[in-house]
Structures are given as C-alpha cells and as structure tokens.
C-alpha cells in the first residue's frame, strides 16, 4: 500500500506541474493537445506499472509425436489481465534450446484468461499449441498471428464464446483445430476459408455443436454447415459489427 500512496503522490504532483505549464500555453487547441499527450503518458506509464510479468516454468521433453515440448508447470493462481512472458525457465534435453521448441503445453496452469503476449519472442518455432482447461475467453487474430508455422491449436475446455472471420487468416498451415468443452455459439461463415489443409475441425461440447471432423472429407461438411449458418449468433453479429 505504501508503493501505492507513493504512485499517487508521484502521478499528482506530476498532473499539478504540467497543469501549470498547460496553463501558460498560448491557445486551447494547444491546451487540449496538450493534456491530452500528458494523459495518454500517464495512461501508458499506469498500464505498464499494472502489467503481469512472469516466466514460464517448463518441463521439457520429446512427446509421442516427436515434438520437443514446454510444459508450463502448473501454479495455484487465476490472472485475468494479460501476461506477459518474461522467459522460459528450466533444464532443456542435452542439445535443446528456446529455438527447438515446438510445442507448448499448458493445462489448468494459471487459469489465464487471455492469450500470453511475448509468447513468440521465446520460442520462435511453435507448431502446436495446447492451451487447455484454461479460463480462455476468446482468441483473437493477434493472439495467433505471431505463430506463422502453427499446424495444431488445442484450446478446449475454456470459455471461448466465438470465433470471428479473421481468427486464422496468418495460419494457413493449420491442420489441426480442437475447441471442444467451450462456450461457442457463434462461429462467423468464412471462419476456416483460408485453412486449406485443415483435416481435423473439432467443436462438440459447446452451444453451437457439431459431430468430430477427423479426416478432411468431415471438415468440409462441418464447413459447409457452417457456411449455411448453422453457427450464427445475433449477439455476436451485432457486436462486431458495432466494433467494425
């Protein structure tokens, strides 16, 4: 509490010494500009002061399918602001380094909330990431975009209530998806268009429910249900379209 005092005192003094200087300016328009880069400063300095950083503690190994895997130990914890990775800690396989991940692997670890930023920095070769039992309320184009060699995305039993047109439009290698145990009830038509070798779609479990797809011939007519709106939510329409 004391460090917060010690904030508020800092940011006050820092406010009344600008408003100072605000006022000898010679116009409004500069006044306006003015008060307004020091409240965007201020803004920015608070946001970076309340951001969580955190290392990813992991368990590495070779998994069944040959991935070199970071297993994100698990803490007792629940974040609802984002996170961002400072690192990854732990003892790699004689030879391994951030680069030879491939695989991430997080199951009720930190019960996150939103996507972890800074995730890409680390470790630059993902191919499959395993984000499951998480509190996971949606995923966003720039979430994934940063994951340009994705072939699996695993975010089942999460919170996860849509998934918008452009979700996967920087993965065109995915091959597989797996969003069963969500909250789904909107899934946009042109969702998967751009996923040409997708040949696992998995969605049951959720409001908006569908049979397993695992072979591309079952994708495309989870696809085309989808295409005919079978996953449609006025909802969510409404919203992105107020947000577009």
């Known amino acids: 509490m004391t460090f917060l005092r010690q904030l508020a005192r800092i940011k006050s003094s820092y406010y009344e010494h600008n408003s100072r200087v605000c006022m000898q300016l010679p116009n409004l328009n500069s006044k306006l500009y003015f008060s307004l880069a020091i409240f965007l400063l201020c803004m920015a300095v608070f946001n970076f002061l309340s951001a969580i950083f955190m290392p ?63 995730v890409n920095n680390i470790f630059k070769n993902l191919k499959y990431i395993n984000m499951v039992y998480e509190n996971l309320t949606l995923i966003t ?77 079952e994708v495309l007519k989870i696809i085309g249900k989808i295409v005919q709106g079978f996953c449609i939510s006025d909802r969510f329409t409404t919203d992105w379209n107020r947000l577009t």
């Open 56 to 118: 990813f503690e992991c368990y590495y190994f070779m998994d069944y399918n040959n991935y070199y895997t970071c297993n994100v130990q698990y803490r007792i914890m629940t974040i609802e602001d984002r996170v961002t990775v400072e690192k990854a800690i732990g003892e790699h396989l004689e030879g391994k380094t951030d680069d030879d991940v491939e695989k991430l692997t997080l199951s009720n670890a930190f019960k996150l909330q939103l996507f972890p930023h800074n």
């Open 141 to 217: 184009t720039e979430d994934l975009k940063v994951f340009p060699k994705l072939q699996t995305l695993d975010l089942s039993g999460n919170q996860i209530e849509f998934i918008s047109k452009d979700t996967f439009i920087f993965n065109p290698n995915i091959e597989e998806i797996w969003l069963y145990d969500n909250k789904i009830s909107h899934i946009d038509p042109t969702s998967f268009d751009k996923l040409k070798n997708l040949k696992v779609l998995v969605l049951d479990k959720n409001v908006c429910t569908f049979e397993r797809a695992l072979n591309r011939t």
